[in-house]
T-cell receptor, first 109, second 115 residues
Framework: GQNIDQPTEMTATEGAIVQINCTYQTSGFNGLFWYQQHAGEAPTFLSYNVLDGLEEKGRFSSFLSRSKGYSYLLLKELQMKDSASYLCAVLDSNYQLIWGAGTKLIIKP | GAVVSQHPSWVICKSGTSVKIECRSLDFQATTMFWYRQFPKQSLMLMATSNEGSKATYEQGVEKDKFLINHASLTLSTLTVTSAHPEDSSFYIC???????????FGEGSRLTVL
């Protein structure tokens, strides 16, 4: 079956760095997305990786290893507004998005 | 970036009535649109996938006669919740895949409350 695993909840301190991991087992792979979702709002796009390696975009970076079925989202210089859920999703061979359950990130002062 | 507009953002209706939610890709053509439902503190649940000009593909457990989806053009898909009941109250979100890049963009979501 298809499966996306990510931690349910993480806590970090303002100004620090946090890494949210995502492992996947899917039928085929056409890319991996990371989305941020604040409570009561729709998800917003953060990153899309289809090749191995690290993609940096400001304070956020996303890494992919296709051979390991693994990705992580790295958030630097954490701000209180980064408190949100972070969703990992994989595009499978049929171009269907398989979603993880999301990681709730709590930022403490 | 590309914009997906969802309307209405909020809707309150009486039990037994039908509600239509629109999802528009404003500056790109979307070959595929997805409809999700999200309960509080839970992840997105895919309801159906709609391709322009063809019938929607519903996920297991989603009643197609209850949740009518129409994808009449490359920029518009609609979700109609028929004979709504309080248990249909939820946050409905659409997303659209851009034709050329394949990238996925989300609408702002529509919060439905059925009294």
């Amino acid at each position: 079956g298809q499966n996306i695993d990510q931690p349910t909840e993480m806590t970090a301190t303002e100004g620090a760095i946090v890494q949210i991991n995502c492992t996947y087992q899917t039928s085929g792979f056409n890319g991996l997305f990371w989305y941020q979702q604040h409570a009561g709002e729709a998800p917003t796009f953060l990153s899309y990786n289809v090749l191995d390696g690290l993609e940096e975009k400001g304070r956020f970076s996303s890494f992919l290893s296709r051979s390991k079925g693994y990705s992580y989202l790295l958030l630097k210089e954490l701000q209180m507004k980064d408190s949100a859920s972070y969703l990992c999703a994989v595009l499978d061979s049929n171009y269907q998005l398989i979603w993880g359950a999301g990681t709730k990130l709590i930022i403490k002062p | 970036g590309a914009v997906v507009s969802q309307h209405p953002s909020w809707v309150i209706c009486k039990s037994g009535t039908s509600v239509k939610i629109e999802c528009r890709s404003l500056d790109f053509q979307a070959t595929t649109m997805f409809w999700y439902r999200q309960f509080p503190k839970q992840s997105l649940m895919l309801m159906a996938t709609s391709n322009e000009g063809s019938k929607a593909t519903y996920e297991q457990g989603v009643e197609k006669d209850k949740f009518l989806i129409n994808h009449a053009s490359l920029t518009l898909s609609t979700l109609t919740v028929t004979s709504a009941h309080p248990e249909d109250s939820s946050f409905y979100i659409c997303s659209a895949r851009e034709r050329e890049s394949g990238e996925l963009f989300f609408g702002e979501g529509s919060r439905l409350t059925v009294l």
